[in-house]
């Protein structure tokens, strides 16, 4: 799967600010993960909801929710 890939596998559900596979720097092998932010967390709720266990090139894919700690 590419960047590209995942952007618009989650823009299905709504306006994706980034989106990014997990690349191993000496390998250059995806590490098997990546990080989606979405504009609104409604529609990220959505796309989670919908694409946990979701299959897409030959794999089923596990969508969550991770923490972020914003600094205020």
């Known amino acids: 799967m590419t960047n590209q890939t995942l952007l618009h596998l989650f823009a299905k559900f709504g306006d994706v600010h980034s989106a ?3 690349i ?3 390998s250059g092998e995806s590490r098997g993960c990546g990080y ?6 409604s529609e990220a709720q959505i796309a989670i909801k919908e694409l ?3 299959a897409i090139e030959g794999r089923n894919i596990a969508v969550s929710q991770a923490v972020s700690y914003i600094k205020k």
Not at 36 to 41: F, K
């Open 24 to 26: 191993n720097s000496t």
């Open 52 to 54: 946990n266990g979701f």
């Open 36 to 41: 989606v932010e979405m504009e609104h967390q």
């Open 20 to 22: 990014k596979i997990s």
